[in-house]
């Protein structure tokens, strides 16, 4: 395990509108406040989206599993933002619950509040952390 210690800088309480776009909202107040690296959390409706509900196989590179959200969902989750390639990196695994099914997997495509998304975004100061290409996964991952 890596790891490096860091202050809670500026929070953010932020309300997402019916219809507005929320991994790309959470990007674009990231940017408007400067910050390098932030953990944020998100509760309410949403709706569209994919999810990634796991690899195919254990094996790398990992094959994703992709999970549609096509109606309205409740939504929980957290996510981490850290800088990768010159621009803000986001990372965000929820539960989402319809009825009586509930999905819980990581966000990665574009979706949008239904009703009212609220979110809480949390600074973090004083860590050099970033989001890095991993070749033999694949992905962007931190790096500490």
């Not at 094996?59 to 996510?79: A, F, K, Q």
Request: negative net charge.
């Amino acid at each position: 395990m890596k790891y490096q210690t860091g202050r809670i800088g500026k929070v953010i309480v932020a309300r997402f509108e019916d219809g507005d776009e929320i991994l790309g909202g959470v990007r674009d107040l990231v940017l408007r406040e400067e910050i390098r690296a932030a953990v944020f959390y998100l509760v309410g409706g949403l709706t569209g989206g994919r999810i990634v509900v796991g690899p195919e196989e254990e094996e790398m590179p990992p094959v994703p599993v992709w999970r549609e959200l096509v109606e309205s969902h409740e939504t929980v989750g957290v996510g981490t933002v850290f800088w990768g390639e010159g621009e803000p990196r986001i990372h965000f695994h929820g539960a989402y619950g319809k009825k009586e099914s509930v999905k819980s997997g990581c966000l990665r495509q574009t979706a949008n509040a239904f009703i009212v998304m609220e979110a809480i975004i949390m600074e973090i100061t004083g860590v050099t952390a970033v989001r890095e290409l991993d070749p033999v996964s694949g992905m962007m991952l931190l790096k500490v």
